[in-house]
């Protein structure tokens, strides 16, 4: 045996026989930087499904997202389906979308579904006061929402109006989209088109009522939270999962302790947000340039990806004072890069570009997402088309995706797969002023067996070398797939579409019980092991 095959074996009978810990990734750090990545799967030990709503979206309407994005009108010549454009939905499909989270995010606490049915002549018009100021009038609501999920195939997750709306007009929405019976709000659904109830599976009681949500107080929203979710009702075998507002980025504990202790029993889970950038400010014009950037802003970046684990961790903690019995649910139901718009925007528009960066950061969290698959059911990534870190970018009747995008398919194979314990020992990768684990990485297996092994390596330097041992599997065949570039900045534009794209991985080989092989400088890695 060589060296490599007798770490592996070490490491093997250790995880067999030790491994003790909760189902998720142990990662140690090691000084020399040359040094071989090992990689410990416990094939044999996975306990928790990792939801595929944790590959969620967000579509708001603000800039370019849901008009343009997927709205065109029936009348387009851009090629749609009632209205939707069919290339995005093309896209997405391959993608794979398992829930949307609709219409905001800020828009949401000033959005009134109603003025959003019926003919669209005689539809309201709105100002958008949180992007813009533009006129929305309402061309896209209910019906065309629910339709988009139809055709993406994904799971409806609706954000009710707490801010400016009435429990009324939130319980009317609920019985409109999901009664069957022969009532007012029922009836005048059939009469507007529908004669069938949707299925309406996540409703959300307002959003960042702490901030655009009516700045409120925390006891304030869990009061109001109590008396809003009591008339959001289950109709005609549609069950709904309550979401209550949860707090802003990694240190907003107060926010979190307040809601469980006042509101947790009333609701299903509660949903933090996390945004990501450089070493900028968040002011306008301060977070930095989405495509123009040296290697100090990528690995503050990294760092700044990296410290979603933390926050968590801090989250659950909270929420288990309160709920040892993990009955309430973690989403993290909006997070992503901001940066910049891009010059020439529209002023509220948050249309930026989307590089190998943005693809690597997203890797990150979708990885530390996984890991935490016993508590996090649900992430939406703000925001699906030409919006923040978005997976499709439209001009006119043109569609790109993005490297972002890229990953999102990547990954698509953890969907309802079970989540494998992951011990990792990698060099660091220290750009910012702190080491770094210079890879992230997470497992699982399918209803298959078929193992699926996710790894981002963040140095944009240095390829990292690795010895993947599996505990419980011998494995037959191994196959990967890589999304990189030579450039950090690299990204897919209107005249060159294809430039970021995913290239089968050269170079793995089977050994024993262990798969060796070389993960590149800057990188996103799937490795699948039958
Ligand atoms: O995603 C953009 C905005 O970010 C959302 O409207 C809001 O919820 C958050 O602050």
């Not at 391959?94 to 049915?117: Q, T």
């Not at 319980?171 to 069957?180: C, H, K, L, N």
């Not at 067996?449 to 494995?475: Q, S």
Request: glycine share 10%.
């Amino acid at each position: 045996m060589n060296r490599h095959q007798w770490i592996c074996m070490i490491l093997v009978l250790m995880g067999a026989c030790v491994w003790m810990g909760p189902a998720r990734a142990d990662t140690t750090i090691t000084p020399d930087a040359d040094e071989t990545s090992q990689i410990l799967i416990h094939v044999d030990q996975g306990r928790h499904r990792i939801a595929p709503e944790i590959y969620g979206h967000f579509a708001e309407h603000l800039g370019r997202c849901v008009y343009e994005g997927f709205w065109v009108g029936p009348d387009s010549d851009i090629p749609n389906v009632r209205g939707i454009r069919t290339d995005v939905v093309e896209a997405l499909r391959k993608m794979k979308v398992p829930v949307l989270r609709w219409p905001g995010g800020c828009f949401a606490d000033e959005y009134h579904w109603k003025e959003g049915v019926g003919p669209p002549e005689k539809r309201g018009k709105m100002i958008n006061t949180h992007w813009g100021r533009v006129i929305d009038n309402h061309a896209f609501g209910t019906h065309e929402f629910l339709d988009l999920c139809e055709m993406l195939g994904s799971e409806a997750y609706i954000a009710g109006n707490v801010g400016s709306g009435t429990v009324e007009e939130m319980q009317d929405w609920v019985e409109y989209m999901t009664s069957d019976k022969d009532s007012d709000m029922a009836n005048w659904r059939r009469a507007n088109g529908r004669d069938k109830p949707w299925k309406v599976r996540y409703f959300g009681v307002g959003n960042e009522n702490w901030g655009c949500g009516g700045n409120m107080t925390p006891e304030y929203y869990a009061d109001l939270y109590r008396r809003f979710q009591t008339y959001v009702r289950d109709y005609s075998g549609n069950r709904i999962v309550k979401v209550a507002c949860g707090p802003n980025g990694g240190n907003d504990l107060g926010w979190t302790e307040v809601i469980m202790q006042k509101a947790g029993r009333f609701a299903n889970a509660i949903g933090q947000h996390y945004y990501v950038r450089g070493s900028g400010g968040w002011g306008n014009g301060q977070k930095g340039s989405a495509t123009e950037f040296d290697e100090k802003e990528w690995a503050v970046l990294m760092k700044n990806s990296l410290n979603m684990d933390e926050a968590i961790k801090k989250t659950l903690g909270v929420m288990d004072r309160f709920d040892p019995r993990h009955r309430v649910a973690l989403y993290v139901d909006e997070w992503g890069t901001w940066w910049n718009e891009e010059p020439g925007t529209q002023g509220g528009f948050l249309y930026q570009q989307n590089t190998l960066r943005d693809a690597v950061s997203a890797a990150i969290f979708l990885n530390i997402f996984n890991q935490h698959a016993e508590r996090v059911k649900m992430c939406n990534i703000a925001q699906i088309n030409n919006v923040l870190q978005a997976m499709i970018l439209t001009r006119g009747k043109d569609m790109i995706v993005t490297p972002t995008y890229h990953v999102f398919e990547m990954f698509n194979v953890h969907h309802g797969a079970t989540l494998l314990p992951a011990d990792v020992t990698c060099p660091a990768y220290n750009g910012a002023g702190q080491d770094l684990p210079m890879l992230v990485t997470s497992a699982s297996r399918d209803a298959q067996g078929v193992i699926h092994v996710t790894v981002t390596n963040m140095n944009p330097n240095k390829d990292a070398k690795f010895v993947c041992a599996l505990a419980g599997k011998m494995p037959s065949s191994v196959s990967g797939r890589v999304l990189t570039d030579k450039a950090m900045n690299a990204h897919n534009t209107f005249d060159a579409p294809n430039a970021v794209k995913p290239v089968p991985l050269k170079g793995l080989s089977i050994d024993g019980n262990s798969i060796q092989g070389t993960i590149p400088s800057k990188s996103v890695v799937v490795i699948t092991v039958k």
